[in-house]
């Protein structure tokens, strides 16, 4: 029944089972009742180097509304033979049930209880500089997992313990690395803002530098990061506007599958609830029929956050464009007027400030380590010994700053 929205649990998979059915790939028709072979077959008409294109669709698609991520298996069980799910659960409850104002506050205000206690953070939920336990945090967790209070306080916790072992608070002291990473601007979060006041997250896929995987994530966390802090400054906007520019863009220069993966997973468990819409500038064509594919069957919600700008000429971007941002405050690559340039030594201009200071501390206390370990295993100096002594430390600070 394709007059029905069925939501897909993994687009990746998703994306494949539709096209293979509007292909007619079906077991019938490849004179076959076995599933594991027509399962297989039914993959073939794609050509393998279209696979990062899809995977990069189907973050997208999964990250804009993880929360909404429904099974379209049962489509997929009349066409290829999957098992079907079913729309309720095992008590016959629906999956997604509404809740009402007064129960959403209710829940807020006991996962913020619960997880504060369970952490042993301070009564405000102060975790670090850029992140609380408040109710701001805790109602997205909440819609991430359609307000399962179980399932949220997991999802928290999970980011909880994920950002004191990533070491998210200090990703200052990595400077050499995101430095590198962020050297042409790959991904960078905008000066400027959308028309509501949004802020906005530039990616350039055509400038992707490096292939190192942990340097991609460490960026990538970066970058997300700014982003939160950033909306702090605006007023009443917690979500960002997504612009991905694809001129240039081609399998020589796409993340590898593994990035990919881990970019999705990081986005979606911890940073849940902060996509707007993902504006795709120039997308290749496969992307637009990918997306065409599956937009039946995808929730109404994440398909309105997905929206492509095409046109071959700068005035015909420009006018899709104007949607979202003022044309002042776009790039011109993009489609607007702006003349802004990205500098990296600007922008991490602070992340350097701080890694300087911390590496004169971790020296400052490497020296002070050294001259108390003299001193203890020296005798007693005579006045003009401990006269000297002080000279050489005073000339070594100097000689350090």
């Known amino acids: 029944d394709v007059s029905r929205p069925y939501y897909c649990e993994s687009p990746a998979v998703f994306f494949f089972t539709t ?25 073939f008409f794609l050509p393998l180097l279209t696979k990062r294109l899809v995977v990069f ?27 079907p799910i079913s729309t309720t659960t095992k008590r016959g409850m629906p999956r997604h049930p509404q809740v009402d ?30 992140f609380e336990v408040d109710d701001a945090c805790c109602a997205r967790y909440l819609r991430a997992r359609d307000h399962n209070l179980t399932k949220a306080k997991a999802m928290l916790s999970a980011t909880l313990s994920w950002r004191a072992s990533f070491g998210v608070a200090d990703l200052y002291t990595q400077y050499p690395a995101l430095l590198k990473e962020a050297d042409t601007g790959k991904t960078f979060v905008s000066p400027f803002r959308d028309v509501d ?52 863009y081609s399998l020589l220069n796409a993340p590898p599958t593994k990035t990919s993966k881990a970019t999705l997973k990081v986005m979606q468990d911890h940073y849940p609830e902060r996509l707007y819409k993902a504006v795709l500038v120039s997308a290749p064509f496969i992307f637009n029929l990918a997306f065409k594919a599956i937009s039946p069957f995808v929730d109404p919600v994440t ?99």
């Not at 997929?76 to 999957?82: D, K, Q, R, V, Y």
């Open 19 to 43: 096209l293979s059915v509007r292909l007619r790939l079906r077991p019938a028709s490849l004179g076959t009742t076995n599933v594991a072979t027509s399962r297989v077959s039914s993959f």
């Open 57 to 83: 669709l189907s973050a997208a698609v999964l990250w804009s509304s993880p929360h909404r991520a429904y099974s379209a298996r049962r489509f997929a069980a009349a066409n290829l033979g999957f098992s």
């Open 101 to 130: 104002e007064t129960t959403k506050k209710a829940l807020v205000a006991q996962l913020k209880t619960e997880v504060i206690e369970a952490f042993g953070l301070p009564g405000d939920g102060y975790v670090d500089a850029n």
């Open 197 to 248: 006041g949004r802020v906005m997250v530039v990616m350039r896929n055509k400038l992707e530098n490096t292939r190192d995987h942990d340097g991609n994530v460490l960026h990538l966390v970066y970058q997300m990061e700014r982003a939160v802090r950033a909306t702090k400054k605006t007023q009443g906007h917690e979500k960002w506007l997504l612009v991905i520019d694809f001129d240039g």
């Open 303 to 401: 398909r309105d956050k997905i929206v492509f700008i095409t046109g071959k000429t700068q005035r015909d971007r420009c006018d899709h464009v104007a949607q979202f941002a003022s044309l002042d405050n776009v790039e011109r690559c993009l489609g607007g007027t702006a003349d802004y340039v990205y500098d990296v030594n600007e922008y991490l201009a602070d992340e350097r400030k701080l890694y300087e200071a911390y590496v004169l501390r971790g020296e400052g206390k490497k020296e002070q380590q050294q001259r108390d370990e003299r001193k203890d295993n020296s005798t007693s100096n005579t006045p003009e010994e401990e006269e000297d002594d002080d000279k050489a430390t005073v000339t070594a600070e100097e000689e350090l700053r």
